[in-house]
Nanobody, 115 residues
């Protein structure tokens, strides 16, 4: 069994920064991709950023230049570094990990950007 737990969300003012963390635990031998997604009300789920075990990344155009993704393979943890946050970044951010050819999801963490 694999468990995915996100943390680091919260309330931040426009222009501020947050770092989200996502840790995978359980019966894990290897994790290939780890990624962050978000889904605002009334919109489709959007891939924010994804990183492979080798460090290759893909970041959505909507956040490129403001968000970066990194991971610690030894800790089975992925991070989303968010800067210059905007009100439109407000939503729940969910983490997903590709473990042994299956994708596992966390419960999500709320990010609210407001003054």
């Amino acid at each position: 069994q694999v468990r995915i737990v996100e943390s680091g969300g919260g309330l931040v003012q426009p222009g501020g920064s947050l770092r989200l963390s996502c840790a995978a635990s359980g019966n894990i031998f290897s994790i290939y991709h780890m990624g962050w997604y978000r889904q605002a009300a009334g919109k489709q789920r959007e891939l924010v950023a994804i990183i492979s075990s080798g460090g290759s990344t893909n970041v959505a155009d909507s956040v490129k230049g403001r968000f970066t993704i990194s991971r610690d393979n030894a800790k089975h943890t992925v991070y989303l570094h968010m800067h210059s946050l905007r009100p439109e970044d407000t939503t729940v951010y969910s983490c997903s990990a590709e473990v042994h050819d299956s994708w596992y999801w966390g419960q999500g963490t709320q990010v609210t950007v407001s003054s």
